[in-house]
């Protein structure tokens, strides 16, 4: 039987910088959807990458002595690296400097948005900073200057590529009001709908290849440069083939779900949108949209100093604990935050505590027992049975709308009762092999197991390490290996 697909992507970070744990917390919870699918049994496409183009980095390349594809390609690494420091389990990695998969894509999506009559030439007016060789938003000037130049930028006039966003404010309201593009949690549905309901301005798409040389020609048109929206946003169809590979398209659009942060709501749920309505093809199905992380409370900000990145929480406190973290205490939809304090709390009654001790009971329970645990079904404990079921269900629930803090809850409440279940049967203080021993040893075998199953889209190390410990056959249930799951931190 044909397997059915999924595809889900990330957003693709600017690569001027490295990622912090904003991106991380993006990157894991996209990998718990990608992890979740798998084990559904569907056949999962969980794209990633990096957009490289625009002036910044052209500018942080000269600073390094670097040429921009060499400057890029080494912050790229970095981005790419978080599939092992956050073990997540992307397939496909796209660079928007990658003329083989990236650049045919781009090119066929202006051509086929052209010909809807959607892409115009009109004159663009913009702040420019020749210091910084780019054009300026109002909103990086500090009082009228350029932070980095501190002098005020000229306003340039400049002709430009533009799309015509307005003509589709109709159709985007309707699109997400019939949840055709589900906008995943309501608060960001209600936001991006009042925002189309304001109305739409035609964005501009291009610049002059003086101003910005890094980047995608226009097709047909070597005097422009296509500007950001028309570049990194398409790369959720280069990826997987469109304009080069149409068989490998069709397989896996439209995407199951995108993932995004809240400041990046405006480009994903109006002018992405907008941009496949023009070339008449399908809108994505979901889009999650997930909050900003704090550290201690505070905004993070480089200036400041406190800065979290991935690579360093991991060393201070191991990849499944941060995910588990990330996953359980940050809240999905709002902002979290990371607090080192609630860290510790967490991992010592959890992680430690709660399924450190479940494990380490069942092993040694296990491997106590002298005579061999019979595998056999006639023993499960039906109230534990149906209790695995129903957090089955609910795990479903919660995973299909993204309530990533409320499945992990669900998994949790599993261990909380494997341990109460031990502490009233105490199997320990009956004769060995008791039936009524035997009964509870194999319904907590099975409870662990199935805990493992239900770990894996969160914490994968863990779950594999727990799956490895016992060996089921149809000879037996035997111990393999035991050890502390997760130690106790002082
Ligand atoms: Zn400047």
């Avoid at 990458?49 to 390609?73: I, N």
């Avoid at 093809?281 to 949209?289: A, D, R, T």
């Avoid at 009524?436 to 194999?442: G, M, Q």
């Amino acid at each position: 039987m044909k397997k059915e697909s999924f595809y889900i992507t990330t957003t693709l970070p600017y690569v001027n910088s490295v990622p912090h744990i904003g991106f991380g917390l993006e990157a894991v919870q996209s990998d718990a959807i990608a992890r979740y699918q798998r084990l559904k049994g569907k056949d999962v496409l969980f794209l990633t990458g990096t957009d490289e183009h625009g002036t910044k980095v052209l500018r942080s390349a000269a600073q390094h002595s670097l040429t921009p594809l060499q400057f890029a390609t080494q912050n790229s690494r970095v981005f790419k690296d978080l599939k092992k420091v956050l073990n997540i389990s992307f397939d496909e990695f796209i660079r928007t400097t990658d003329k083989k998969k990236h650049y045919p894509g781009a090119i066929a999506l202006w051509k086929r948005m052209m010909e809807s009559g959607d892409i115009y030439k009109k004159v663009y007016r913009g702040l420019y900073c020749s210091g910084c060789e780019a054009f300026l938003s109002p909103k990086d000037l500090e009082q009228g200057h350029c932070p980095i130049h501190k002098k005020e930028p000229e306003l340039i006039e400049e002709e430009n590529y533009f799309f015509r966003l307005s003509s589709y404010t109709k159709q985007l309201k309707q699109k997400i009001q019939s949840r055709e593009l589900h906008i995943v949690p309501a608060i960001r549905e209600k936001e991006i709908l009042s925002f189309i309901e304001q109305g739409l301005d035609d964005i501009s798409f291009s610049r002059s290849r003086e101003k910005l040389s890094w980047g995608i020609p226009v097709p047909g048109d070597e005097t422009q440069t296509m500007y950001v929206w028309a570049d990194a946003l398409t790369n959720y169809i280069s990826a997987i083939g469109y304009g080069r590979d149409k068989k490998t398209f069709e397989k896996w659009w439209p995407a199951d779900v995108q993932v995004l942060g809240k400041d990046v709501l405006r480009f994903h749920a109006a002018i992405w949108p907008a941009m496949l309505l023009s070339a008449g093809l399908e809108l994505p199905k979901k889009l999650f949209v997930h909050g900003f992380i704090t550290a201690e409370g505070e905004k993070m900000s480089k200036s400041v100093g406190n800065v979290l990145y991935p690579d360093a929480l991991v060393s201070a406190y191991g990849i499944d604990p941060l995910r588990y973290y990330l996953l359980r205490e940050v809240s999905p939809f709002e902002d979290g935050d990371f607090s080192a304090h609630r860290f510790e709390e967490r991992y010592n009654a959890d992680l430690a505590h709660g399924l450190g001790n479940l494990y380490a009971r069942v092993c040694g329970l296990l491997s106590k027992r002298e005579a061999i645990l019979p595998h056999d079904y006639h023993l499960m404990d039906l109230f534990i049975e149906q209790k695995i079921k129903t957090a089955r269900e609910d795990l479903d629930e919660a995973m299909e709308s993204f309530r990533f803090n409320s499945a992990v809850g669900v998994v949790w409440d599993l261990i909380g009762l494997g341990n109460t279940y031990i502490a009233e049967k105490k199997p320990w203080s009956l004769e060995n092999p008791d039936i009524e021993n035997t009964k509870t040893l194999f319904s907590l075998v099975i409870l662990l197991q199935s805990i493992a199953v239900f770990l894996e889209p969160f914490l994968p190390d863990t779950a594999e390490r727990i799956q490895k410990s016992i060996r089921i056959q149809k000879k037996g249930v035997s111990v393999v290996s035991q050890g502390v799951l997760f130690p106790k931190r002082d």
